[in-house]
């Protein structure tokens, strides 16, 4: 069964970008699935950030605008988030998600989930 792992600081400072890697446990990141990052804010719901294609096509949430950056590196088998200007509010478990669609249906944790980081956002 394949395995994601997100990696990245735990402690980003307001204002600064961040940047979270997925690392895939298969030989290859494969074709058919959509890679996807949510997040879950303390006390709220899972939300759904963008994903990206083995075509290389990228699908971003509106309600964050042009802050997210999603990109993928099949020679490292990595998936690559990049969220800038962050606030307070974007502190958040944050989990990479592998599915056979670009939008997962959330309450069903459909797919196949990283075990999440954390990510506070302070000075």
């Known amino acids: 069964q394949v395995q994601l792992q997100e990696s990245g600081p735990g402690l980003v400072e307001p204002s600064q970008t961040l940047s979270l890697t997925c690392t895939v446990s298969e030989d290859s990141i494969a074709a058919n699935y959509y890679y996807s990052w949510v997040r879950q804010p303390p006390g709220k719901r899972l939300e759904w950030m963008g994903a990206i294609g083995i075509d290389g096509r990228v699908y971003s949430d509106p309600s964050l605008g042009s802050r997210t950056s999603i990109s993928g590196d099949s020679s490292k088998n990595q998936i690559t988030l990049k969220l800038s200007s962050v606030t307070p509010e974007d502190t958040a478990v944050y989990y990479c998600?592998?599915?056979?669609?670009?939008?997962?249906?959330?309450?069903?944790?459909?797919?196949?989930w990283g075990q999440g980081t954390q990510v506070t956002v302070s000075s």
């Open positions: 998600v592998r599915a056979q669609t670009p939008r997962p249906d959330l309450y069903r944790r459909e797919g196949d």
